[in-house]
């Protein structure tokens, strides 16, 4: 049987909460817990459990499962390689930094019900030390999602192209901007070495992204790094987006009243000239 929180073996209901373990009270919550029975054994139940779980899956999602796990027995805070980065330069004790816009695989590990897990392409959005704020990818393969969801994806086509030297998707790909989520660099498999500012969005791509926007706000040749701000502010931020628009009818408001004063202008000026003549 699966444990719902915490099964239930004593004559009291023992339960987890946020505070720690309902209806029981360790001798001290700082101790080592080889030093506490009741919790060990609750351990070793949770991880016979698990056990019996992954010999159901197939071998590759157990392989998946135990590069996973390695990873977290490497990385958590009392692991091995806590706060270690993967690719950071020898001589320097500071994480490897990540261009915004590049994109990277990244092992999201196991999520909840709808969250994204398993590696995944993801394109970084921003670098902050040991942490990446990134937004993950996949291959695009026409599954229909509903409008909601729809809205926050980029469908791209690939770019796997003769004239390409190197497609940034040689795939045609999902954006996934409901996914948005920070990581640790340790969870950065490789880097693609490929930067999403060097794919140009086409044109029809454009045109079917502006018809969710409040105003045509990309223009041809804008870059998916672009897309991807514009997006993101259409989602999270909308009052800004309406703003912008606001600022620039006053500009072309005043751009034309410039206009129309520098003719007014000329056209004294040029009549003060006659009158100098007479």
């Given at each position: 049987?699966?444990?719902?929180?915490?099964?239930?073996?004593?004559?009291?209901?023992?339960?987890?909460?946020?505070?720690?373990?309902?209806?029981?009270?360790?001798?001290?919550?700082?101790?080592?817990?080889?030093?506490?029975?009741?919790?060990?054994?609750?351990l070793?139940?949770?991880?016979?459990?698990?056990?019996?779980?992954?010999?159901?899956y197939?071998?590759?999602?157990?392989?998946?499962?135990?590069?996973?796990?390695?990873?977290?027995?490497?990385?958590?805070?009392?692991?091995?390689?806590?706060?270690?980065?993967?690719?950071?330069?020898?001589?320097?004790?500071?994480?490897?930094?990540?261009?915004?816009?590049?994109?990277?695989?990244?092992?999201?590990?196991?999520?909840?019900?709808?969250?994204?897990?398993?590696?995944?392409?993801?394109?970084?959005?921003?670098d902050?030390n040991?942490?990446?704020v990134?937004?993950?990818?996949?291959?695009d393969?026409?599954?229909?999602?509903?409008?909601?969801?729809?809205k926050?994806?980029?469908?791209v086509p690939?770019?796997?192209?003769?004239?390409?030297?190197?497609?940034?998707?040689?795939?045609?790909?999902?954006?996934?901007?409901?996914?948005?989520?920070?990581?640790?660099?340790?969870?950065?498999v490789?880097?693609?070495?490929?930067?999403?500012?060097?794919?140009?969005?086409?044109?029809?791509?454009?045109?079917?992204?502006?018809?969710?926007?409040?105003?045509?706000?990309l223009?041809?040749g804008?870059?998916?790094?672009?897309?991807?701000?514009?997006?993101?502010?259409?989602?999270?931020?909308?009052?800004?987006?309406?703003?912008?628009?606001?600022?620039q009818?006053?500009?072309?408001e005043?751009?034309?009243?410039?206009?129309?004063?520098?003719?007014?202008?000329?056209?004294?000026?040029?009549?003060?000239?006659?009158?100098?003549?007479?």
């Open positions: 049987m699966i444990r719902q929180s915490i099964l239930i073996r004593e004559v009291n209901p023992i339960t987890f909460n946020r505070a720690g373990v309902k209806g029981y009270n360790p001798p001290s919550k700082t101790a080592l817990t080889h030093t506490d029975t009741f919790i060990r054994s609750q070793n139940e949770t991880l016979k459990e698990t056990e019996q779980l992954v010999q159901t197939t071998i590759k999602e157990s392989i998946q499962f135990v590069l996973w796990n390695d990873l977290m027995n490497k990385h958590t805070l009392n692991g091995l390689n806590y706060d270690t980065y993967q690719g950071a330069n020898a001589r320097s004790s500071n994480p490897i930094r990540y261009a915004t816009g590049r994109k990277v695989f990244v092992d999201y590990g196991y999520g909840v019900d709808r969250e994204l897990f398993q590696p995944h392409p993801a394109i970084v959005l921003g902050f040991e942490l990446l990134v937004v993950p990818t996949n291959s393969e026409g599954s229909k999602v509903s409008g909601t969801i729809e926050a994806l980029i469908r690939n770019d796997n192209k003769p004239t390409t030297k190197k497609p940034v998707f040689p795939k045609d790909t999902i954006i996934n901007l409901h996914q948005v989520r920070h990581i640790s660099k340790n969870r950065v490789t880097d693609l070495r490929a930067n999403v500012k060097s794919y140009e969005m086409p044109q029809h791509k454009i045109d079917q992204l502006n018809r969710y926007l409040p105003y045509p706000v223009k041809p804008d870059n998916l790094h672009k897309v991807i701000m514009v997006k993101l502010a259409h989602l999270y931020f909308p009052d800004i987006l309406f703003e912008n628009k606001r600022l009818d006053q500009i072309t005043l751009e034309a009243n410039v206009k129309l004063l520098t003719s007014q202008l000329t056209a004294m000026g040029q009549v003060a000239a006659s009158l100098s003549l007479e």
